[in-house]
């Protein structure tokens, strides 16, 4: 049952590590709340370098994300759009890639512009941090089959996975909904959906967790 007096986020975030469900959740709440939504950037022209592993193209990749993410979260400050949003990235997350990716001097340049940056993007009312095991996040890699994706490591993966573990571990900036997503799978599964937007139905306050039973 949804609490009488609730009134959903005007924008919520939701994050996690590669195929762990973002786009499928933004895309079903946006939907249900008549929400606009921001999308992350998909169109690095320097992503296929770096994953090639191209010299500098780990710094030219992640100053194009910066940039990307900071114009396109403009966007949803009150006063520029009434309506509410759902984005399927964090600006703050920006930063577990480039602790990976960077070296020590690209990762000071990087950091300038990025405090620089970081005040004008406003707050999310709620996060929802989608996780999962690194092993289960592999098999969903390869059962996608992208071709921009083939090149990625399973190292890296979880390399991914345990850098999101960490940053959320300390994550404070907003409400925050964790969500284990390692026994269900609602991009597949409708009824894993609908027990997650029952979940959503209900406030989140400080940090909760979300532990689905999935299907054994």
Do not use: C, W
């Not at 009488?4 to 590590?17: L, N, Q, V, W, Y």
Request: net charge negative; proline share 7%.
């Amino acid at each position: 049952m949804s609490d009488p007096a609730f009134k959903p986020p005007r924008h919520i975030a939701i994050e996690g590590p590669i195929r762990v469900g973002k786009s499928t959740l933004a895309k079903v709440l946006a939907e249900q709340l008549h929400a606009r939504r921001i999308f992350d950037a998909d169109d690095n022209p320097f992503l296929t370098d770096f994953y090639d592993e191209k010299p500098g193209s780990a710094f030219r990749a992640q100053m194009y994300f910066l940039y990307e993410r900071h114009r396109r979260l403009l966007d949803t400050r009150a006063e520029a759009n009434p309506a509410p949003i759902v984005s399927d990235f964090l600006f703050e997350k920006d930063k577990i890639f480039a602790y990976l990716n960077l070296d020590n001097e690209e990762l000071k340049l990087y950091e300038r512009y990025f405090e620089m940056l970081a005040p004008s993007v406003p707050a999310p009312d709620l996060v929802i941090y989608l996780q999962a095991k690194p092993e289960v996040l592999r098999k969903r890699v390869s059962k996608k089959a992208d071709p921009a994706e083939t090149q990625i490591s399973p190292e890296y993966v979880e390399a991914v996975a345990n850098a999101y573990e960490h940053f959320f571990f300390r994550y404070s900036g907003a409400n925050l909904l964790v969500v284990d997503t390692s026994e269900i799978d609602f991009v597949e599964r409708n009824q894993d959906l609908q027990e997650l937007l029952r979940r959503l139905r209900q406030p989140v306050k400080g940090t909760q967790y979300f532990l689905p039973l999935g299907q054994g």
